[in-house]
């Protein structure tokens, strides 16, 4: 699985030699997370064009980047005015078609005091409109989804797939490689080792609790007690951590870019032919869960094979236990949302 990335090393990662063009969009790219998370996939060598699409300020967004002399193309959209009769949302047809990836970190940001869950009927409505789109314009494209409450926002895409009759398990994906890149980077401060050769599998969902991170999986490290249960719940709860230190102005904008970049950029290198491990919430027979995240395969088309996750200890059997309820609550959430 690969969660860490030196930035300096971005231009040097891939062969360019590809036969097809790569193109990306973000929706939600004028945002606290898009316009990071579009400046890191501007700098990329596997990206060809990065359509930037959001409800305000994306042509902007895409001027800017534009300047930046990488190889790809940008182009900034916005939604198409209304109309009678009701057409397609042209500027979104636009940014989404021959996409092969698409991003989506579109949706209002959490404030203090706010739980994922408190965010979800705005951004539950949004992604159910925006995934509207990709069903129509381009089908065939990994669905990268962002917004939270990601527990419920990929079932609700799922079911918006399915009834456009166009629903593939192997190209919808929840990112939770934040989970991962905070829980490699507190064991590395831990250690006194560099996170970018830790890796820590995480499993479970992308929310508090259903967050659960295996330490016990990491090679030469045994953890106190103590240890154990502060950098479990600071895995979990690190999107308060940022929240509260930013007061009222944000959440995890810059730490989210970074770890959706490294995402995309490991799927679209799977889809060049190259061997990606990744952790992801994808549909699952795993658990009891209809949708878990767990180490997954990508390869041309998306996930090819969902993987197991090892052995659990006691502590972690503990929190497995507290998670699955809460977890399948909100899946059951997010289907009902879709389907009334």
């Known amino acids: 699985m690969l969660a860490s990335r030196s930035l300096s090393a971005i231009k040097k990662s891939f062969s360019t030699t590809r036969s097809m063009s790569n193109k990306v969009a973000v929706l939600g790219a004028a945002g606290g997370i898009g316009q990071p998370l579009s400046l890191l996939l501007k700098l990329s060598p596997l990206v060809d064009?990065?359509?930037?699409?959001?409800?305000?300020?994306?042509?902007?967004?895409?001027?800017?980047?534009?300047?930046?002399?990488?190889?790809?193309?940008?182009?900034?959209?916005?939604?198409s005015p209304g109309a009678w009769p009701r057409r397609s949302n042209e500027g979104l047809g636009e940014a989404l078609t021959g996409a092969k990836v698409?991003?989506?970190?579109?949706?209002?940001?959490?404030k203090p005091g706010m739980t994922r869950d408190d965010l979800f009927n705005t951004n539950a409505s949004i992604v159910k409109t925006l995934v509207e789109g990709c069903a129509e314009f381009c089908p065939d494209a990994v669905l990268a989804i962002i917004s939270n409450p990601v527990n419920s926002t990929v079932p609700i895409a799922a079911e918006v797939l399915k009834q456009r009759g166009v629903y593939d398990?192997?190209?919808?994906?929840?990112?939770?490689?934040?989970?991962?890149?905070?829980?490699?980077?507190?064991?590395?401060?831990?250690?006194?080792?560099d996170p970018a050769q830790v890796n820590v599998t995480?499993?479970?969902?992308?929310?508090?609790?259903?967050?659960?991170?295996?330490?016990?999986?990491?090679?030469?490290?045994?953890?106190?007690?103590?240890?154990?249960?502060?950098?479990?719940?600071?895995?979990?709860?690190?999107?308060?951590?940022?929240?509260?230190?930013?007061?009222?102005?944000?959440?995890?904008?810059?730490?989210?870019?970074?770890?959706?970049?490294?995402?995309?950029?490991?799927?679209?290198?799977?889809?060049?032919?190259?061997?990606?491990?990744?952790?992801?919430?994808?549909e699952s027979n795993l658990t009891e869960a209809k949708y878990f995240a767990s180490p997954c395969k990508?390869?041309?088309?998306?996930?090819?094979?969902?993987?197991?996750?090892?052995?659990?200890?006691?502590?972690?059997?503990?929190?497995?236990?507290?998670?699955?309820?809460?977890?399948?609550?909100?899946?059951k959430k997010g289907e009902e949302f879709a389907n009334k």
Not at 180 to 192: D, E, I, K, M, W
Request: proline letters at 5%; hydrophobic letters at 45%.
């Open 49 to 79: 064009e990065l359509a930037c699409y959001d409800v305000m300020n994306a042509p902007g967004v895409a001027a800017d980047l534009s300047h930046i002399p990488t190889k790809s193309k940008v182009t900034g959209s916005l939604p």
């Open 298 to 331: 990508f390869g041309k088309n998306g996930v090819e094979e969902v993987l197991g996750y090892g052995e659990l200890s006691a502590y972690e059997q503990g929190w497995f236990d507290k998670m699955m309820p809460e977890l399948k609550a909100q899946i």
């Open 169 to 193: 398990p192997r190209k919808l994906c929840g990112v939770t490689t934040l989970d991962v890149v905070r829980a490699n980077t507190f064991v590395g401060a831990l250690l006194n080792k």
């Open 202 to 282: 995480v499993i479970g969902g992308h929310a508090g609790i259903t967050i659960l991170p295996l330490f016990s999986q990491v090679p030469g490290w045994k953890a106190s007690q103590e240890q154990l249960e502060a950098i479990t719940v600071r895995t979990q709860f690190g999107g308060d951590e940022v929240v509260q230190a930013k007061a009222g102005a944000g959440s995890a904008t810059l730490s989210m870019a970074y770890a959706g970049f490294l995402f995309t950029e490991n799927v679209l290198k799977a889809m060049a032919g190259e061997s990606i491990t990744q952790c992801a919430y994808v």
């Open 102 to 110: 698409v991003v989506i970190p579109a949706g209002v940001p959490r």
